[in-house]
C-alpha cells in the first residue's frame, strides 16, 4: 500500500493558516463566509478542507463562527455543543438561521474590491460611481 506522503514543512502549514486566519479575521460582523470562499479569498484554491483543519485548531479570539459550508449550514455535527454555539453566536449577529441555514443571499461577505478600497463603496441607487465630488 502506497502511502500519499506531504510536501508541506511544518513552516508551510503554519502560514497558510496564518493566511486562513487572516481572513476569517476581516469576515465582518453579521456576516458569513464559507469554507472555499475563505481558501479562496487565502490564496488556497480547492482547499476547503485545509480552512476546516485550520479553524478547528483557532486561537479563541477568531470568528470561526462566520464560517459556513456552501449550503450556509454549520459543518459542526448537529446536536454538539460547537453547533449550538455557532448558531448562538451568529443569531446574535442578527444572522437569519432558518433550520440552522444561513440565507446566505443576505448574509455572505463581500469582500471590497479594489475600487471599493480606494473610493469607498459605491452610492445607492445610483448605478454608478461618485467621481470628481460629484
Known amino acids: 500500500m502506497v502511502m500519499a506522503v506531504s510536501s508541506d514543512t511544518p513552516d508551510d502549514s503554519a502560514a497558510r493558516y496564518r493566511r486562513i486566519y487572516a481572513i476569517v479575521a476581516g469576515i465582518p460582523h453579521g456576516r458569513v463566509a464559507t469554507y472555499g470562499q475563505v481558501a479562496g479569498e487565502a490564496g488556497l ?5 485545509l480552512v476546516g483543519r485550520a479553524l478547528a485548531v483557532c486561537p479563541p479570539q477568531l470568528p470561526w463562527h462566520r464560517v459556513v459550508n456552501a449550503a450556509g449550514r454549520s459543518a459542526l455535527p448537529p446536536g454538539s455543543d460547537a453547533y449550538a454555539e455557532q448558531l448562538r453566536r451568529l443569531a446574535a449577529e442578527g444572522v437569519e438561521l432558518h433550520d ?3 440565507a446566505l443571499r443576505g448574509h455572505r461577505w463581500q469582500p ?14 445610483t448605478g454608478r460611481r461618485r467621481c470628481g465630488g460629484s
Do not use: I, N
Open 100 to 102: 440552522g441555514r444561513v
Open 112 to 125: 471590497a474590491s479594489l475600487d471599493e478600497l480606494l473610493w469607498g463603496p459605491e452610492p445607492a441607487g
Open 45 to 49: 484554491p480547492r482547499c476547503a478542507r
